[in-house]
């Protein structure tokens, strides 16, 4: 192989990797998102519950 094409295949897999990382933090994001959600609709839930007795 020609060193032209070994960057090229070389910086393809880096930049692969990369983008297959943001993707994995983005999904953590969303779902770390989710649970702060569900854990404020539990506690606006608890808050009712306490000011109704």
């Known amino acids: 192989m020609k060193i032209g094409t070994v960057t090229v295949l070389g910086a393809t897999l880096v930049a692969m990797l990369a983008l297959s ?8 994001m969303g779902r770390d998102t989710a649970n702060a959600v569900d854990a404020t609709q539990s506690a606006g839930r608890d808050v009712d ?4 007795r």
Not at 21 to 28: D, F, H, V
Not at 49 to 52: I, K, L, Q, T
């Open 21 to 28: 990382s943001c993707g994995n933090t983005i999904r953590g």
């Open 49 to 52: 519950r306490a000011a109704s």
